[in-house]
Each structure stands twice: as structure tokens, then as C-alpha cells.
């Protein structure tokens, strides 16, 4: 039934678990799994006087930081994949929104399921902070299976 999954992490626990399962998910069914975090993009402009700038030493800390965070996060896949002797590829991308990164991935790697998980934030919360999970769900034309 589904043969490439794609599987992004965001580096929390409720994440780990979600890859946990997918793994063995995908080890049942004969699934490669395709591991993915995006990167947003940095954006904070320092206005002053009605300009605007970015400090470069800030951005390329940012850039540095942002790449360790999303290896060490790809990591527990590859090694949760290894481990369980399915085939798996990582990457990482920048992306403006989450969201697009991710369904941007799953259409890059010709993925046929995109397997995430959800924080489950509702009410005024869910609305202020919003739902990457949510928004893959809106606009994707791939099935996404959410694990909760």
C-alpha cells in the first residue's frame, strides 16, 4: 500500500514516539522512510528610524544553530530506521513556512504518505500558535497519517 513515507520531526518527544511507530510501520509493510525537518526561515528584521536591517553575525548564528538542531533531530531517525533495518534517507531544508517545507519534501521524494505528529493544541492556543500538522493536513494532496 504506501511504499515511501515521509517523515518529518520537529525534535520533541511526542515526535520521537510518532517516528517510533512509523518505523515500525514502515518494517511491516516493506516501507522506505525519507526523514525531514525544516528549517524556518529566520526573519527578524532590527527596524530603526524606519529601516530596516539584518546582522549578519546573528543570521549566520542562527543558520549554524538551526543546521546542528536539525541534524541531531535526523539523527534519531537514522538510527531508529538502522536499527530496525529499514532503508532511510534524512535532509533538512529551509522553508518560509513549516508547513510548505514539509509538503515540499514529500512531493520532492515522491512520498505516498506523510506520517507526522501533533502537539493536540486546542482553543485560543491552537490559534495563536497554530498547527504546522493542520496546515500539512489543509493543503497537501498527499494522505497524511497523524500520530497522537
Not at 9 to 18: R, Y
Not at 53 to 59: I, L, R
Not at 79 to 92: H, I, L, N, P
Request: glycine fraction near 6%; hydrophobic fraction near 40%.
Amino acid at each position: 500500500m504506501f511504499k515511501h513515507i515521509l517523515l518529518p520531526t520537529d525534535g520533541t518527544e511526542l515526535s520521537e514516539e510518532a517516528i517510533k511507530k512509523a518505523v515500525a510501520f514502515a518494517k511491516s509493510v516493506g516501507a522506505r522512510i525519507s526523514g525531514f525537518h525544516a528549517i524556518q526561515e529566520y526573519s527578524p528584521v532590527l527596524a530603526s528610524e524606519s529601516f530596516g536591517y539584518f546582522d549578519p553575525a546573528t543570521v549566520e548564528l542562527f543558520e549554524k544553530n538551526a543546521e546542528a538542531y536539525a541534524r541531531n533531530c535526523l539523527s534519531f531517525i537514522e538510527k531508529s530506521a538502522q536499527e530496525a533495518g529499514v532503508d532511510c534517507d534524512c535532509s533538512f531544508e529551509t522553508s518560509p513556512q513549516v508547513y510548505e517545507g514539509i509538503i515540499k519534501a514529500a512531493q520532492d521524494n515522491d512520498c505516498d504518505l506523510i506520517w507526522m505528529a501533533s502537539h493536540g493544541r486546542r482553543g485560543i492556543t491552537g490559534l495563536l500558535v497554530g498547527s504546522e500538522t493542520s496546515k500539512v493536513l489543509t493543503h497537501s494532496k498527499i494522505p497524511v497519517l497523524v500520530y497522537r
